[in-house]
């Protein structure tokens, strides 16, 4: 495994992060989940992301019990905090109000007295921007977190934050944005506004929901068990399922082939290159889908690939900025 510092901060990560989105308390049962989390501490990653949400919170839990006895110094967990968790008006956004409700709640689920990086989810148009960033300050100085960072926020929003992060003394050191081969909307806008304020990007999706892995062929019906037969990911895979993008996918395979690579790796190995990204999440709903694709950190790739690569999905590669994800 190789590692990353986060930002500008002292933090190191590793460069490829587990992730438990669509997976634990959710695709896989509990027994599963630990054994892929066992297969990611195997593999070297020390990385661990997960959200208040995920699964109606439950997978918070699954990752708490699932990293118990382990030597909290030994790893790295991040959570979030936006989404509802709860039936009141106070229970979603960013208030302070839920922010300090929601962090106590993450800590009693993980198991934890700290998490390393807490992230907002989202950006909360209703609230202001100065009540979330004192509200962060706060769990900052009280040691329940170390560092923040944002989740699919744009550049402007960033900027903005990061110059109250700095009046405020929070350490702002991330965002978590959605990049990959296929959807690279954070190139033009938000990887230049982050490089200004010293943040780095943790990439979710580097597989593209699983596309870019070559499982699924034009014409043919997803494989059982697959995201794209998850009522829950569906959604999030269908824009990628169009016959002109899996056609171009496929077309990768080759170039991986004369690489030595598998898809998967090349796929990582791409999003890795980009300097402002510090690590890639991956998902699994088996151990050896961890072991595998943990296997594509350090991975170089020249620059004549790269550009074969793209003369390959040409065509099919979502670049506008505006896309970014805000509510």
Known sequence: MEFRRLGR???NVSEISFGNWLTHASQVEEETAHACVRAALEAGITTFD???VYAETRAEEVLGRALKGHRRAGVEIFTKV???TGPGLNDRGLGRKHIMESAHASLRRLGTDYVDLYQAHRFDRTVPLEETFLAFADLVRQGKVLYVGVSEWTADQIT??????RELHVPLVSNQPQYSLLWRVIEEQVVPASEREGLSQIVWSPLGQGVLTGKYAPGAQAPAGSRATDAQGVRMISHLMRDEVLVAVQGLRPLA???GLSLAHLAIAWVLRNPNVASAIIGASRPEQVTENAAAAGIQLDDDLVAA????LEGVVERDPRLTVTP
Not at 160 to 165: K, Q, S
Not at 309 to 312: C, F, K, P, S, T
Request: no cysteine; proline share 0%; hydrophobic share 45%.
């Open 9 to 11: 901060s002292g933090l």
């Open 50 to 52: 997960t959200a208040d």
């Open 82 to 84: 936006y989404g509802v």
């Open 160 to 165: 903005r934050g990061a110059a109250l992060a």
């Open 257 to 259: 082939e004369e690489a």
């Open 309 to 312: 690569v793209d003369r390959v």
